[in-house]
């Protein structure tokens, strides 16, 4: 694109639900303000409650919703629900596909423009037939998603199942669906090709590192999550995300490797979740990433 306010930035509402501020959530209206006041141009909402979850709102609720970020000047560039109760690659496709149409209300009375999904099932060893069940499902929850214009997002990370990068483009060659595409988290892709977080006893790491990561995936990613990381894990589970400058990512050397497929995106959202520093860092990060694009764009990343 050759405007030059994108892309947006997001922040990410999970950042003050989740980890350190489980016990004392901020609320999304918090949040937003928040949000409006250090500049960012959008949220990412989390959909664990007390964000808004889709099965607690309303047509009516989700356009008051609408109207109150609209006053602040945010708009949404994504809705990450829960979809725990329905781990995709183990359930029916119906149930997963009933959550699906669930949360697609939410976001077309939102104008929510990106679903995000994740495999859901921990970290194991890979398994055809529930590969195929996955791939058929997401590949079913795709088309649904593509008919309500929004695109779908998968997220891979060291906590769930499919974290390695040649299963990671296994899948997506599997689904193979044009609305089927990669949520690129900076912090997860490093701890997956340089780490080998989680990927047990024989590690697949990448000789190119996250960059190589970035350069074999740009061709499907459709969304992305901007942060440090330095391979280590949060709790055992999954990739810490680190304010910038604290970890080891060459973010202008993946930015460039992802070249077009992250410049031609609408929003960047940064993704703070379980970091302590929240609201101290996360203000710094607007004119960081904002930075960042704009050396993207000068460096060439955008031929």
Known sequence: MSDESIPRIALGSWAFAFGPFAADPWSFDRLCGYAAAVGYDGVEINGFRPHPHDEDVTADDCARLRDRLAEQGLGVSAYAPDFGSTPPADVPAADYLARVDSVLAFCAGLGVPALRVDSVSPPGPMDRERLGHLADTWRRAADRCADAGVRMVWEFEPGFWLNRPSEVQELVHTVAHPNFTVLFDTSHAYAGAVAGARHGDDPEVLPGGVAEYARLLAPYVGHLHVIDGDGSLHNGETSEHL???????????VVGALGRSALDLDWWTVDFCFCPTTERDAATA???VRALADRARVSGATR
């Open 243 to 253: 304010p910038f400058g604290e970890g080891k990512i060459d973010l202008d050397e």
């Open 286 to 288: 607007v004119p960081f």
